[in-house]
């Protein structure tokens, strides 16, 4: 198997090696893999937590009037066109 890693993940591997903790780059991924099987639920929960989050804010603003109104197909796009151009 053979796996890519951005320049910043590789940096991060090659020092985990460097400090001693581990012998060689499969250990940490090993590592790193077992930790994510471990905390999947937590990891989960954090995501359900901030989502809820962004949508208890999405409520906040519709009460306070700064919500926008999209009644149609036409209006989705003009609404998301005017996004990519701020």
């Not at 020092?15 to 471990?38: C, I, P, Q, T, W």
Request: net charge negative; no cysteine; charged share 25%.
């Amino acid at each position: 198997m053979h796996v890519s890693l951005t320049p910043e993940l590789e940096a991060i591997v090659k020092h985990k090696v460097e400090s001693g903790l581990y012998n060689n780059a499969s250990e940490v991924v090993r590592e790193a893999l077992r930790f994510m099987e471990m905390n999947n639920d937590f990891v989960a929960q954090m995501k359900l937590d901030r989502l809820r989050s962004h949508l208890a804010e999405g409520q906040r603003q519709i009460e306070a009037g700064q919500g926008a109104v999209l009644k149609s197909k036409e209006d989705t796009s003009k609404f998301f066109a005017s996004l990519n151009n701020a």
